[in-house]
């Protein structure tokens, strides 16, 4: 059910990596706000494409997901309730 989900964290996690690098380069070089915002720009452009590919695909399993919760729901149900 989960999918690519590890693929879904790391995709995100190297966003944030990226962000974080962005943001210590715009504010030793650049103090001002608008290098910040044109780098995080660039940084969601450049991420984008990985970005995409693995919420189109976690998307994309999302029929499945709740055709398994619907055939199970009593079961999932009763263990959520215990």
């Not at 943001?23 to 915002?37: F, G, K, Q, T, V």
Request: proline content about 2%.
């Amino acid at each position: 059910m989960a999918g690519n989900l590890d693929e879904v964290i790391e995709v995100h996690n190297r966003l944030q990596i990226a962000l974080e690098d962005g943001e210590n380069l715009s504010a030793s070089s650049h103090p001002s706000s608008r290098y910040s915002h044109m780098r995080v720009g660039r940084i969601l452009l450049s991420q984008g494409a990985m970005i995409k590919s693995a919420h189109t695909t976690y998307w994309g399993n999302h029929p499945k997901a709740v055709c398994i919760f619907e055939k199970y729901r009593e079961s999932l149900d009763t263990f959520m309730e215990g």
